[in-house]
Protein backbone atom coordinates (compact mmCIF):
# COMPACT_ATOMS: atom_id res chain seq x y z
CA UNK A 1 0.00 0.00 0.00
CA UNK A 2 3.22 2.28 -0.19
CA UNK A 3 1.65 3.94 -3.64
CA UNK A 4 -1.48 5.13 -2.14
CA UNK A 5 -3.06 7.19 0.45
CA UNK A 6 -5.90 6.31 2.47
CA UNK A 7 -8.18 8.93 3.19
CA UNK A 8 -12.11 9.02 4.32
CA UNK A 9 -14.82 10.72 2.27
CA UNK A 10 -18.22 10.88 2.90
CA UNK A 11 -18.29 8.33 5.44
CA UNK A 12 -16.44 5.64 2.91
CA UNK A 13 -13.23 4.54 2.19
CA UNK A 14 -11.24 6.64 -0.32
CA UNK A 15 -7.57 5.42 -1.69
CA UNK A 16 -6.25 8.69 -3.13
CA UNK A 17 -2.91 8.27 -5.32
CA UNK A 18 0.55 9.60 -4.84
CA UNK A 19 1.10 12.56 -6.31
CA UNK A 20 4.14 11.17 -8.82
CA UNK A 21 1.77 8.71 -9.52
CA UNK A 22 -0.83 10.28 -11.27
CA UNK A 23 1.60 13.12 -12.86
CA UNK A 24 3.48 10.32 -14.55
CA UNK A 25 0.41 8.48 -15.71
CA UNK A 26 -0.71 12.05 -16.71
CA UNK A 27 2.49 12.22 -18.97
CA UNK A 28 2.38 8.68 -20.38
CA UNK A 29 -1.17 9.31 -21.82
CA UNK A 30 0.18 12.58 -23.19
CA UNK A 31 2.52 10.90 -25.20
CA UNK A 32 0.34 7.79 -26.22
CA UNK A 33 -2.90 10.20 -27.28
CA UNK A 34 -0.44 12.80 -28.85
CA UNK A 35 1.00 9.74 -30.89
CA UNK A 36 -2.21 8.70 -31.72
CA UNK A 37 -3.68 12.36 -32.38
CA UNK A 38 -0.41 12.58 -34.62
CA UNK A 39 -1.16 8.95 -36.59
CA UNK A 40 -4.96 10.84 -37.26
CA UNK A 41 -3.52 14.03 -38.81
CA UNK A 42 -0.85 11.70 -41.24
CA UNK A 43 -3.48 9.96 -42.45
CA UNK A 44 -6.01 13.00 -43.50
CA UNK A 45 -2.95 14.82 -45.06
CA UNK A 46 -2.26 11.57 -47.15
CA UNK A 47 -5.93 11.49 -48.00
CA UNK A 48 -5.16 14.91 -49.50
CA UNK A 49 -2.21 13.17 -51.18
CA UNK A 50 0.23 15.78 -48.90
CA UNK A 51 2.62 15.15 -46.33
CA UNK A 52 1.67 16.75 -42.94
CA UNK A 53 4.03 19.69 -42.57
CA UNK A 54 3.44 20.59 -46.72
CA UNK A 55 -0.66 20.18 -45.24
CA UNK A 56 -0.46 22.34 -42.20
CA UNK A 57 1.81 25.14 -43.99
CA UNK A 58 -0.55 27.86 -44.16
CA UNK A 59 0.17 31.40 -44.11
CA UNK A 60 -2.08 34.82 -44.72
CA UNK A 61 -2.36 34.43 -48.57
CA UNK A 62 -3.78 30.62 -47.75
CA UNK A 63 -7.17 29.22 -49.74
CA UNK A 64 -10.16 28.74 -47.04
CA UNK A 65 -9.73 24.96 -47.72
CA UNK A 66 -6.32 24.86 -45.95
CA UNK A 67 -7.25 27.27 -43.49
CA UNK A 68 -10.40 24.91 -42.54
CA UNK A 69 -7.68 21.89 -42.48
CA UNK A 70 -5.35 23.22 -39.78
CA UNK A 71 -7.74 24.58 -37.46
CA UNK A 72 -9.23 20.70 -37.54
CA UNK A 73 -5.43 19.47 -37.56
CA UNK A 74 -5.16 22.01 -34.15
CA UNK A 75 -8.51 20.66 -32.70
CA UNK A 76 -7.24 16.86 -33.28
CA UNK A 77 -4.22 17.39 -32.07
CA UNK A 78 -5.05 19.89 -28.79
CA UNK A 79 -7.49 17.36 -27.84
CA UNK A 80 -4.91 14.81 -28.19
CA UNK A 81 -2.04 16.18 -25.99
CA UNK A 82 -4.19 18.37 -23.51
CA UNK A 83 -8.43 17.77 -22.80
CA UNK A 84 -8.12 13.82 -24.21
CA UNK A 85 -5.11 12.86 -21.46
CA UNK A 86 -6.38 14.98 -18.63
CA UNK A 87 -9.91 13.64 -18.49
CA UNK A 88 -8.45 9.89 -18.99
CA UNK A 89 -6.41 10.66 -15.97
CA UNK A 90 -9.18 11.92 -13.66
CA UNK A 91 -11.82 9.53 -14.77
CA UNK A 92 -8.27 6.75 -13.64
CA UNK A 93 -7.87 7.86 -10.78
CA UNK A 94 -10.70 10.45 -9.05
CA UNK A 95 -13.97 8.56 -10.72
CA UNK A 96 -15.52 8.71 -7.18
CA UNK A 97 -14.75 11.87 -6.66
CA UNK A 98 -16.14 13.51 -9.85
CA UNK A 99 -15.84 17.00 -11.26
CA UNK A 100 -14.62 18.39 -7.10
CA UNK A 101 -11.49 16.34 -8.04
CA UNK A 102 -10.69 18.46 -10.83
CA UNK A 103 -12.77 21.83 -8.77
CA UNK A 104 -15.26 21.93 -11.60
CA UNK A 105 -18.12 20.79 -9.14
CA UNK A 106 -19.40 23.97 -8.60
CA UNK A 107 -19.85 27.58 -10.66
CA UNK A 108 -17.81 30.58 -9.57
CA UNK A 109 -19.34 33.38 -7.71
CA UNK A 110 -19.52 36.27 -10.47
CA UNK A 111 -17.90 38.74 -8.26
CA UNK A 112 -14.86 36.75 -8.05
CA UNK A 113 -14.75 35.69 -11.83
CA UNK A 114 -15.13 39.61 -13.03
CA UNK A 115 -11.79 40.39 -10.26
CA UNK A 116 -10.16 37.44 -12.06
CA UNK A 117 -10.60 38.54 -15.35
CA UNK A 118 -9.72 41.79 -14.30
CA UNK A 119 -6.69 40.51 -12.73
CA UNK A 120 -5.22 38.73 -15.91
CA UNK A 121 -6.71 41.96 -18.32
CA UNK A 122 -4.39 44.21 -15.92
CA UNK A 123 -1.59 41.69 -16.79
CA UNK A 124 -1.99 42.47 -20.65
CA UNK A 125 0.36 45.60 -20.59
CA UNK A 126 2.76 43.82 -18.11
CA UNK A 127 3.25 40.90 -20.88
CA UNK A 128 3.61 43.52 -23.71
CA UNK A 129 6.50 44.43 -21.03
CA UNK A 130 7.96 41.08 -20.85
CA UNK A 131 7.73 40.53 -24.75
CA UNK A 132 9.98 43.34 -25.67
CA UNK A 133 12.33 42.58 -22.81
CA UNK A 134 12.26 38.82 -23.80
CA UNK A 135 12.96 39.83 -27.32
CA UNK A 136 15.75 42.32 -26.65
CA UNK A 137 17.66 39.19 -24.45
CA UNK A 138 17.23 36.84 -27.56
CA UNK A 139 18.94 39.63 -29.79
CA UNK A 140 22.13 39.52 -27.69
CA UNK A 141 22.68 35.50 -28.11
CA UNK A 142 23.62 35.12 -31.90
CA UNK A 143 23.07 31.31 -31.17
CA UNK A 144 19.91 31.98 -30.86
CA UNK A 145 18.58 32.84 -33.70
CA UNK A 146 18.24 29.61 -35.64
CA UNK A 147 15.92 29.03 -32.82
CA UNK A 148 13.84 32.54 -33.67
CA UNK A 149 13.87 31.31 -37.69
CA UNK A 150 12.22 28.17 -36.85
CA UNK A 151 9.67 30.36 -34.80
CA UNK A 152 8.70 32.58 -37.54
CA UNK A 153 7.40 29.09 -39.67
CA UNK A 154 4.73 29.16 -36.73
CA UNK A 155 4.23 32.75 -36.50
CA UNK A 156 3.12 32.36 -40.22
CA UNK A 157 0.93 29.79 -39.07
CA UNK A 158 -0.99 31.60 -36.80
CA UNK A 159 -1.23 34.72 -39.23
CA UNK A 160 -3.02 32.11 -41.21
CA UNK A 161 -5.21 31.05 -38.86
CA UNK A 162 -6.06 34.32 -37.73
CA UNK A 163 -7.27 35.51 -41.03
CA UNK A 164 -11.07 34.86 -41.25
CA UNK A 165 -13.32 35.93 -44.22
CA UNK A 166 -16.24 35.06 -42.78
CA UNK A 167 -18.11 34.66 -38.92
CA UNK A 168 -17.85 30.90 -39.31
CA UNK A 169 -14.11 30.74 -40.15
CA UNK A 170 -13.94 33.14 -36.57
CA UNK A 171 -15.89 30.81 -34.62
CA UNK A 172 -13.87 28.21 -35.90
CA UNK A 173 -10.69 29.95 -34.75
CA UNK A 174 -12.00 30.98 -31.13
CA UNK A 175 -12.45 26.96 -30.79
CA UNK A 176 -9.50 26.09 -31.62
CA UNK A 177 -7.22 28.88 -30.29
CA UNK A 178 -9.01 29.86 -27.08
CA UNK A 179 -12.03 27.18 -26.57
CA UNK A 180 -10.15 24.20 -27.00
CA UNK A 181 -7.11 25.17 -25.27
CA UNK A 182 -8.12 27.05 -22.03
CA UNK A 183 -10.10 23.64 -21.21
CA UNK A 184 -7.13 21.20 -22.32
CA UNK A 185 -4.56 23.38 -20.94
CA UNK A 186 -6.28 24.40 -17.98
CA UNK A 187 -7.22 20.75 -16.54
CA UNK A 188 -3.94 19.66 -17.33
CA UNK A 189 -1.05 22.32 -16.08
CA UNK A 190 -3.36 23.44 -12.96
CA UNK A 191 -6.24 20.96 -12.54
CA UNK A 192 -3.57 18.37 -12.21
CA UNK A 193 0.02 19.38 -12.77
CA UNK A 194 0.08 22.53 -10.29
CA UNK A 195 -1.97 20.91 -7.97
CA UNK A 196 0.51 17.51 -7.36
CA UNK A 197 3.40 20.01 -7.81
CA UNK A 198 2.09 21.58 -4.94
CA UNK A 199 1.77 18.41 -3.16
CA UNK A 200 4.96 17.08 -3.86
CA UNK A 201 7.01 20.24 -3.14
CA UNK A 202 4.82 21.25 -0.08
CA UNK A 203 5.21 24.98 -0.97
CA UNK A 204 2.15 26.40 -2.94
CA UNK A 205 4.92 29.21 -4.19
CA UNK A 206 6.66 26.79 -5.67
CA UNK A 207 4.39 24.53 -7.11
CA UNK A 208 2.96 27.50 -9.14
CA UNK A 209 6.21 28.46 -10.33
CA UNK A 210 7.01 25.33 -11.66
CA UNK A 211 3.86 24.97 -13.03
CA UNK A 212 4.29 28.34 -15.22
CA UNK A 213 7.77 27.60 -16.05
CA UNK A 214 7.03 23.95 -17.57
CA UNK A 215 3.46 25.67 -19.38
CA UNK A 216 6.01 28.31 -21.13
CA UNK A 217 8.63 25.88 -21.80
CA UNK A 218 5.96 23.48 -23.49
CA UNK A 219 4.67 26.82 -25.99
CA UNK A 220 7.96 26.33 -27.45
CA UNK A 221 7.87 30.18 -28.08
CA UNK A 222 11.64 31.67 -27.12
CA UNK A 223 10.81 35.02 -27.78
CA UNK A 224 7.49 35.46 -25.91
CA UNK A 225 8.68 33.43 -23.09
CA UNK A 226 8.73 35.84 -20.33
CA UNK A 227 5.23 36.76 -20.73
CA UNK A 228 4.02 32.94 -21.57
CA UNK A 229 5.75 32.51 -18.18
CA UNK A 230 3.47 35.80 -16.68
CA UNK A 231 0.32 34.22 -17.67
CA UNK A 232 1.20 31.09 -16.67
CA UNK A 233 1.89 32.82 -13.20
CA UNK A 234 -1.41 34.60 -13.58
CA UNK A 235 -3.13 31.55 -14.24
CA UNK A 236 -1.76 29.75 -10.95
CA UNK A 237 -2.37 32.69 -8.70
CA UNK A 238 -6.21 32.65 -10.05
CA UNK A 239 -6.72 29.03 -9.07
CA UNK A 240 -4.34 28.83 -5.85
CA UNK A 241 -6.82 31.71 -4.84
CA UNK A 242 -9.95 30.99 -5.81
CA UNK A 243 -9.81 27.10 -5.50
CA UNK A 244 -12.49 27.24 -8.56
CA UNK A 245 -10.57 26.14 -11.93
CA UNK A 246 -13.48 27.78 -14.23
CA UNK A 247 -11.86 30.91 -12.91
CA UNK A 248 -8.35 30.32 -14.92
CA UNK A 249 -10.32 28.95 -17.43
CA UNK A 250 -12.36 31.75 -18.42
CA UNK A 251 -8.76 33.74 -17.93
CA UNK A 252 -7.30 31.73 -20.35
CA UNK A 253 -9.99 32.10 -23.02
CA UNK A 254 -9.94 35.67 -21.97
CA UNK A 255 -6.23 35.55 -23.39
CA UNK A 256 -6.19 33.78 -26.29
CA UNK A 257 -10.32 34.80 -27.76
CA UNK A 258 -9.01 38.64 -27.32
CA UNK A 259 -6.66 38.02 -29.79
CA UNK A 260 -8.96 36.15 -32.24
CA UNK A 261 -11.37 38.67 -31.50
CA UNK A 262 -8.92 41.80 -32.09
CA UNK A 263 -7.51 39.84 -35.19
CA UNK A 264 -11.15 39.64 -36.56
CA UNK A 265 -11.92 43.39 -36.68
CA UNK A 266 -8.57 44.30 -37.96
CA UNK A 267 -7.79 41.97 -40.78
CA UNK A 268 -6.06 44.05 -42.56
CA UNK A 269 -3.36 44.28 -40.09
CA UNK A 270 -3.17 40.88 -38.88
CA UNK A 271 0.91 40.08 -39.88
CA UNK A 272 1.34 43.36 -37.90
CA UNK A 273 -0.67 41.82 -34.91
CA UNK A 274 1.71 39.11 -35.09
CA UNK A 275 4.60 41.07 -35.24
CA UNK A 276 4.22 42.60 -32.27
CA UNK A 277 3.57 45.84 -33.69
CA UNK A 278 2.66 48.80 -31.47
CA UNK A 279 4.56 47.27 -28.80
CA UNK A 280 5.22 50.64 -27.16
CA UNK A 281 3.07 51.29 -24.63
CA UNK A 282 2.62 54.85 -22.66
CA UNK A 283 3.83 54.58 -19.11
CA UNK A 284 1.02 55.91 -17.67
CA UNK A 285 -0.95 52.77 -18.74
CA UNK A 286 1.95 50.38 -17.58
CA UNK A 287 1.92 51.91 -14.46
CA UNK A 288 -2.08 51.75 -14.47
CA UNK A 289 -2.16 48.07 -15.32
CA UNK A 290 0.39 47.43 -12.53
CA UNK A 291 -1.88 49.17 -9.94
CA UNK A 292 -5.09 47.32 -10.52
CA UNK A 293 -3.08 44.05 -11.07
CA UNK A 294 -1.59 44.60 -7.16
CA UNK A 295 -5.36 45.78 -6.22
CA UNK A 296 -7.15 43.26 -7.41
CA UNK A 297 -4.50 40.72 -6.74
CA UNK A 298 -4.24 41.41 -3.01
CA UNK A 299 -8.10 41.23 -2.95
CA UNK A 300 -8.35 37.73 -4.40
CA UNK A 301 -5.43 36.90 -2.16
CA UNK A 302 -7.09 38.33 0.67
CA UNK A 303 -10.73 36.92 0.14
CA UNK A 304 -8.49 33.18 -0.09
CA UNK A 305 -7.36 34.01 3.71
CA UNK A 306 -10.14 35.09 5.18
CA UNK A 307 -12.20 31.42 4.13
Not at 4 to 31: D, R
Not at 191 to 209: N, Y
Not at 241 to 265: E, R
Amino acid sequence: MDDIQMESENNSTYFAPKPVMVLLTMMMLIGLCAILGNGLLVLAASLKGMGLHEAISIDENSSEGSRYFVRAALFINHMASFLLPAILTFWFFYKKKGWKAASLNRLPDLSILLIGLLFVMSAFPLAQVAFMANKWLVEQFPALQNWVHTEKLTVKLMEGLLVMQSPWEMVASLVVMAIVPALGEELVFRGIGQQKLIEITGRPALGIALTALIFSITHFEIQRFLAILLLGLVLGLLFYWTKNLWIPIAAHFLNNGAQVFIAWFNQDKVSQLKDGAGDDLPMTVILASAAVFVTSGFFLWKERNSE
